[in-house]
């Protein structure tokens, strides 16, 4: 085996403007080779990078850094790789606690080998029985997410009206919002939520919401923003929770939408907050407690959209931004 290989390297062109395109990024093999043994006394890992996560933050972290383009990671850096979550191999570590052959998933650059400071990577354990992949979305921060989310922001109750399966679990009634007929038909059929509508298609959105769900909705999980929060507000019942995860068709508007029925807040007495799932970082091993079980029985489906090869790394982040995954959008870069 040689003792250094070439690193290729996803890289950021320059800050992007509006909404990412492919060309905004490039496929370089890097001009220093990785040499495939850390220095004694270095305490980093060496890893090969399996899969990565692709995100929409990560169109954020594209953008020149700005107060309005607030966010809890720094951007990246046009000439640099952009990063993200990963499930990687260890190839050589100088910490004890990760060892040749171990697998970690955690924070890596978008390339085929990287050095990293472990903390902040998590072992995986190769004992539960699921695919490596699974950690860099169900079983990573995308399932943290839905977890903290529901369990700690919505405060749900049985009965309520929400989006997600782990809400069907709980007993609620669940409707969803999707943007093409194919996932409109796997939220029915597959993950089998109570309802759900194209949001494409739907010409008056408060009137969609109210067809679906005449009763009214108890909690909301925002994921969108914009005209879908503003239709949600006018169909949110009294004591509402709405959890703010994410607000992706805000993200690359060069002027964000405003929300015109906010005060509904004020007189339906609608708690909304925002969060992130990597405060709740402490409650992971309670997560995979709680959703291990759910995945062994098959009561919880996970559907993966994976594009394999790191050239392919950029349309799939891309494709992300613009709907084009059906599932969770896993980039595979190299086999087990
Ligand atoms: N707070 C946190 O800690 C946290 C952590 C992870 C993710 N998030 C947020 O959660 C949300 C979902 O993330 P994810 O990782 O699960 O991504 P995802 O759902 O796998 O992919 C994003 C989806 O968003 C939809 N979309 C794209 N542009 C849109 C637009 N302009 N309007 C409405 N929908 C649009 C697309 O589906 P359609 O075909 O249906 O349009 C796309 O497939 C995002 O807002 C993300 O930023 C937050």
Redesign the pocket.
């Known amino acids: 085996m040689e003792n250094t290989v070439r690193n290729k390297q996803v890289i950021l062109r320059d800050y992007v403007k509006g909404y990412p395109k492919e060309s905004d990024l490039m496929i370089i093999t890097a001009s220093d080779r990785v040499e495939l043994k850390v220095k004694p006394g270095s305490m980093v890992v060496l890893v090969k990078n399996l899969y990565f996560s692709c ?3 990560m169109g954020i972290l594209m953008k020149e850094p700005n107060p309005s383009t607030f966010t809890l990671l720094d951007a990246f850096v046009p000439g640099k790789p952009i990063s993200g979550f990963g499930v990687s191999e260890v190839i050589d570590s100088d910490d004890p606690a990760f060892a040749k052959g171990d697998f970690v998933w955690g924070m890596v650059d978008w390339e085929k080998y990287s050095t990293i400071n472990p903390i902040g990577s998590f072992k995986i354990d190769i004992n539960i029985n699921v695919p490596l992949s699974y950690y860099t979305g169900m079983l990573g ?2 399932g943290l ?1 839905a977890y903290a ?1 529901f369990f700690e922001i919505c405060s749900p109750k049985k009965g309520e009206t929400l989006v997600g399966q782990f809400a069907k679990l709980m007993g609620c009634y669940v409707v969803g919002s ?3 007929k194919q ?1 409109v038909d796997l939220l029915v059929n597959k993950f089998g939520f109570d309802g759900a509508f194209n ?1 494409k298609e739907e010409p008056d959105l408060d009137a969609s919401l109210r067809r679906c769900l005449p009763q009214g909705i108890d909690i909301y999980f925002e ?2 923003g ?1 005209k879908i929060l503003d239709s949600v507000l006018m169909n949110m019942k009294s004591y509402g929770r709405i959890a703010v ?5 805000q993200y690359h508007l060069e002027t964000k939408e405003g929300i015109q029925n906010l005060p509904l807040v004020i007189y339906k007495k609608i708690r909304m907050q925002g ?4 405060d709740f970082i402490d409650k992971f091993p309670n997560f995979l407690e709680f959703v291990l079980p759910y995945i062994k029985e098959r009561k919880l489906i996970y559907v993966e959209d994976i594009v394999e090869g790191i050239e392919n790394g950029p349309a799939a982040l891309v494709g ?6 059906v599932g ?2 896993v980039l595979k870069i190299a086999r087990e």
């Open positions: 995100d929409p933050y921060m995308t997410t989310g999707a943007g093409c996932k949001y994921n969108v914009g995860c994410g607000m992706i068709s969060f992130v799932a990597l992300l931004v613009h709907g084009q995954n969770k959008q």
